[in-house]
């Protein structure tokens, strides 16, 4: 079992930044972010793999959001530059041994946080 704790999300306004950090219980593994909206299914954000070599990004995210992570500390950042009202969400950080898991979608993801609230305002 891996425990992952969020911290860091808040309410900012559009143009703003943000950064979420989560921090494993042990690893290293493969860490990622989803966000889920109301009415919305949960969406993948970005991922990297254990060795922090390789990222990924969802679309609507790429060139905005960076990951990173601490391997140390088992911790993954989550830097959000230019947020926008459509970034407005619940960030889960999510966690597999493999990062192709995380970026195939929710569904096969074993490890998840509790959440942290990102609310961003025109």
């Known amino acids: 079992q891996v425990q992952l704790v969020e911290s860091g999300g808040g309410s900012v306004q559009a143009g703003d930044s943000l950064r979420l950090s989560c921090v494993a219980s042990?690893?290293?593994?493969?860490m990622g972010w989803f966000r889920q909206s109301p009415g919305k299914e949960r969406e993948f954000v970005a991922a990297?793999?254990?060795?922090?070599?390789?990222?990924y990004y969802g679309d609507s995210v790429q060139g905005r959001f960076t990951i990173a992570r601490d391997i140390a500390e088992n911790t993954v950042y989550l830097q959000m530059d230019n947020l926008k009202p459509e970034d407005t969400g619940v960030y889960y950080c999510?966690?597999?041994?493999?990062?192709?898991?995380?970026?195939?979608?929710?569904?096969?993801?074993?490890?998840w946080g509790q959440g942290t609230q990102v609310t961003v305002s025109l």
């Open positions: 042990r690893g290293p593994y493969a």
């Open positions: 999510a966690a597999d041994r493999h990062v192709e898991t995380i970026t195939a979608g929710v569904y096969d993801v074993p490890y």
């Open positions: 990297i793999n254990r060795s922090g070599g390789k990222t």
